[in-house]
C-alpha cells in the first residue's frame, strides 16, 4: 500500500496481483476537519438543487396527509390487558400504552416527549405475569439502543438500565426479581456475555455465559418459561456457522452444549421444553426439525418445502409456521406431534407478518397484512376459535383507487426467464411510453412481496408504473434462486435487473429518460451496481444507505457477518467478483451517469456511511459528470426508520421531487401529473 502525509492522495493497495485504487481513502474517517467540511459542501449543494424544485411544498403537503396519521403497532396480549405503541396524528413519535381488555381504559406507560427530539421508544420484552415491561430507547435511526424497565405494579420506571448498545436478547427472571441480557458495547472487547441483573443490586451485573468475541461473531440470548439459550454465532473456515447452548430457566443457570459449528441457515427455537429447528438442507428444501438436548435430529415436524419456512411461531398447543407457497403467504397450523391443523386464512395478494408474542402460555397472537394498495392491517387470531379480527387498520387520505397488478416475465442474459411484476393505477389513457419507477432487491434470499409504500403510491398517483423484476438472488423460488445471485454469482442478479431495463424500453413501456430505479440498503447496491454498469438505460437513481465499497465492505462495523452472501476479499476468487461488480470501482472517467440521490447518514452502522461519502466524492469528481449527483445526509440518520415525523416528512418530500424533477413530472394538485418530455 502506498501511504502520504496527504490524506488527500489517493491509496493503491495490491490484492491478489490487481492493483485497486481508493481515491478517497480519506473519507472513510468521519471526525476530521477534511470530511467535516466536505460534507458541509454537499450539504450547500443538497439545498441548492431542492430550492430549484418548485413543487417540494406542494408534495411535503401530500406525504404529511399520508403520514401524519394514527399508528399503532407491536401489539401484545396478556390475559386481560393488551400492550402496544400508537402514535396520534400530529405527534412526532409513538409512546407505549396498556388497555384493559374489558373496559377498553387506554393508559400511557412512556413517552419519548422528554428525550430529546430525536428519541424513540419501543416495546422490548414483556414479564409473562405482566409486572415488568421492558422497552428500548434509540436516539435517530441507529441500531443500538438503551434498555429501561417498568413496574407495572407501582407505574414506575426502574433506576437501573441496560447500558447503551447492540441488544442482542432479553428475559425477565424466573422468580421476577431481576433478568437476564446481552447487550454488545464497546467495555467487553473480548468476550461477548450473557448478564443477569437483581433489581435493586449494586456493582457489576453476574456474568452467566461467555463465548469469545471474534470478528463478526455475535451472541444471542433466546428463552421461553422453560429454557435459556445461548446462540453463538461466528466464522469457522470462512464458513459462518453457530454453537446452541440452554440451560434450564433459573436464576443460577446450569448450561449445556447442544451442537457446535453449525452450518447456517440453522435457526433454534425453543417450544416449551423442547428444541426446534428451522434447518435448511443441502438440497435448498426447507423444513422444521425437532432435536435433542445432545443435538441429534428426533423428528420432523414439517417435511421439507422447496421455498423457504420463513417464520415460526409457538402457542400453547400448536406451532405457526409462515412460508410463501408460489409467491403467496401462507400460514400453516401444527401440534406439537407435526400434525397439521388447517391454515389460517389470511389476505390473498399481499404479505402477512407474524408478530412474536410475549410468551408461548397464549391462545393467540397478532399478524400484519399489506399489499400495494392497503397499508398496515393488524388481525388477531384466536387458536380456539380458528379466526382473525381486525384490531387495528391504518387510514388512508383518501379513498384509494386500487392497483392494476400484472405478472409477466422476460429473459436475462443468459436466457433465464425472470418474472416481473407491474403495478398501476387504473389507466386513464393508457398512453405508452410512461414514466416508470423500478426496484428489486437481489440478495440474502429474500422474496419480493406486496407492501405499501408512500413514496410508490404517491408516484403511481402521478401516473408512474412501478416494476418488481424478482431477480435471482431473491428468495422466490428457494435456494437454488437465491444461490443463482449469491457470492461469486452475485452479479447475476445486476444482470437480472438491467434485463428488465432493457425490456421495458424494447417493449415501449417507457424510455431511459422515463426510467428511475430505487432502493435501499441491499437493493441499494444493487441500483448502484445497475447504474455503473448500463448507465444508459436509466434517468435517474435513488440510492439509500447502500454498500458500494466492495472490496473494503467487511472492514466497517459488523459487516464481516454478510461474508456468506458476498464473499469475502481475503479469497482470491471471492475478491475478483466483488472488484468486478463493486460500484465505487466501477465508475468511468468518461461518463455522464444519470442524476443520482444518495441517502445516508452517522449512524448508520449496518451500510456504514463511508460508503456513500466516497461514491458521491468519485462521482462528482470528474469533468464528464454533468447530471446532478445529490447527497441527502444527516447526523441522525441510520439504518432504522426511526425518525421524527417532520423530519420523515421532509426527506421522503424530497426523494419524490427528485424522481419527479429528473423524470418532468409536474404533480397536479389532484394527483394526476404532465409529462414535460413527451
Known amino acids: 500500500m502506498s501511504v502520504s502525509a496527504n490524506p488527500f492522495l489517493p491509496v493503491e493497495e495490491v490484492l491478489h496481483g490487481v492493483t485497486v485504487a481508493d481515491p478517497y481513502r480519506w473519507l472513510e474517517s468521519r471526525n476530521t476537519p477534511h470530511t467535516e467540511e466536505w460534507l458541509h459542501k454537499q450539504s450547500r449543494l443538497f439545498h441548492s438543487y431542492f430550492e430549484q424544485c418548485t413543487n417540494l411544498a406542494r408534495l411535503q403537503l401530500r406525504v404529511q396527509d ?11 396480549h396478556l390475559e386481560d390487558r393488551y400492550f402496544y405503541r400508537k402514535r396520534n396524528k400530529g405527534q412526532e413519535q409513538g409512546s407505549i400504552y396498556v388497555r384493559n381488555e374489558a373496559n377498553a381504559e387506554e393508559r400511557l406507560l412512556v413517552s419519548p416527549e422528554h428525550d430529546d427530539p430525536f428519541s424513540s421508544v419501543g416495546i422490548y420484552r414483556i ?4 409486572n ?15 434498555v429501561r424497565i417498568i413496574d407495572m405494579k407501582s407505574r414506575t420506571v426502574l433506576t437501573h438500565t441496560v447500558p447503551h448498545g447492540y441488544a442482542r436478547g432479553f428475559a425477565f427472571a424466573p422468580e421476577g426479581d431481576g433478568y437476564f441480557y446481552v447487550q454488545e458495547t464497546a467495555v467487553v472487547e473480548h468476550e ?16 452467566v455465559f461467555r463465548v469469545p468475541k471474534l470478528h463478526g461473531s455475535r451472541l444471542i440470548l433466546t428463552a421461553n418459561a422453560v429454557q435459556l439459550g445461548a446462540i453463538w454465532i461466528h466464522l469457522k473456515d470462512r464458513r459462518t456457522v453457530l454453537d446452541l447452548s440452554i440451560s434450564p430457566f433459573i436464576s443460577q443457570p446450569r448450561w449445556r452444549a447442544v451442537f457446535r459449528d453449525r452450518p447456517v441457515p440453522y435457526n433454534p427455537i425453543l417450544c416449551h421444553d423442547r428444541i426446534l429447528v428451522l434447518a435448511e438442507k443441502d438440497s435448498g428444501n426447507s423444513e422444521l426439525i425437532e432435536i435433542s438436548e445432545d443435538g441429534d435430529e428426533v423428528g420432523t415436524l414439517m417435511p421439507p418445502r422447496a421455498t423457504r ?12 409456521v409462515r412460508y410463501l407457497d408460489h409467491g403467496v403467504t401462507r400460514i400453516g397450523s401444527l401440534d406439537f406431534k407435526g400434525c397439521p391443523q388447517g391454515s389460517v386464512e389470511v389476505p390473498f395478494s399481499g404479505t402477512i407478518t407474524m408478530i412474536p408474542a410475549p410468551c408461548q402460555n397464549t391462545d393467540s397472537f397478532f399478524y400484519g397484512y399489506e399489499s400495494y394498495d392497503c397499508p398496515l392491517a393488524i388481525f388477531e387470531y384466536s387458536v380456539k376459535t380458528g379466526s382473525s379480527a381486525l384490531w387495528h387498520k391504518r387510514s388512508l387520505p383518501q379513498s384509494n383507487r386500487p392497483c392494476s397488478v400484472h405478472e409477466t416475465c422476460f429473459t436475462s442474459k443468459d436466457g433465464k426467464a425472470i418474472p416481473v411484476t407491474l403495478v398501476s393505477k387504473e389507466p386513464e389513457s393508457g398512453s ?15 422474496a419480493m412481496t406486496p407492501q405499501f409504500s408512500v413514496l410508490v403510491t404517491i408516484m403511481l398517483e402521478f401516473g408512474a408504473v412501478l416494476v418488481l423484476p424478482h431477480v435471482r438472488g431473491g428468495g422466490e423460488f428457494g435456494k437454488a434462486w437465491h444461490e443463482a445471485g449469491r457470492r461469486r454469482n452475485k452479479q ?9 431495463a432493457e425490456w421495458l424500453h424494447g417493449e415501449g413501456i417507457t424510455t431511459p429518460e422515463k426510467l428511475a430505479i430505487f432502493g435501499g440498503s441491499n437493493s441499494g447496491l444493487l441500483v448502484a451496481g445497475a447504474m455503473t454498469q448500463r448507465p444508459d438505460l436509466f434517468g435517474a437513481v435513488l440510492s439509500i444507505a447502500p454498500l458500494v465499497d466492495m472490496v473494503r465492505y467487511e472492514q466497517f462495523d459488523d459487516a464481516a457477518r454478510w461474508r456468506g452472501e458476498f464473499g469475502t476479499a481475503e479469497d482470491p476468487d471471492d475478491f475478483r ?9 466501477r465508475v468511468r472517467t468518461e461518463v455522464d451517469y444519470p442524476a443520482t440521490l444518495f441517502v445516508s447518514g452517522d449512524k448508520d452502522e449496518r451500510c456504514n456511511p463511508a460508503h456513500v461519502r466516497k461514491m458521491v466524492a468519485l462521482l462528482q469528481g470528474r469533468k464528464t459528470q454533468s447530471s446532478p449527483i445529490v447527497l441527502d445526509y444527516s447526523e441522525q440518520r441510520g439504518h432504522s426508520p426511526a425518525l421524527p415525523l417532520t423530519v420523515r416528512v421532509q426527506a421522503l418530500a424530497r426523494r419524490i421531487a427528485f424522481l419527479c424533477r429528473q423524470l418532468n413530472i409536474v404533480p397536479s394538485e389532484g394527483g394526476n401529473c404532465e409529462t414535460l418530455c413527451d
Open 66 to 76: 399520508y403520514l401524519d396519521i394514527e399508528i399503532v403497532d407491536q401489539p401484545a
Open 432 to 446: 405508452v411510453p410512461m414514466p416508470a419507477i423500478m426496484t428489486s432487491y437481489g440478495g440474502f434470499g429474500v
Open 577 to 585: 467478483a466483488l472488484y468486478a461488480y463493486s460500484p465505487y470501482h
Open 309 to 320: 419456512i420463513l417464520q415460526c411461531l409457538v402457542t400453547r398447543d400448536r406451532i405457526f
Open 492 to 500: 447475476t442478479a445486476f444482470d437480472d435487473f438491467i434485463a428488465a
Open 127 to 130: 414479564s409473562e405475569d405482566g
Open 132 to 146: 415488568f415491561l421492558a422497552y428500548e430507547v434509540k436516539h435517530g435511526g441507529e441500531d443500538r439502543k438503551e
Open 192 to 207: 461477548h456475555q450473557i448478564c443477569l441483573h437483581r433489581f435493586g443490586q449494586t456493582g457489576d451485573d453476574e456474568v
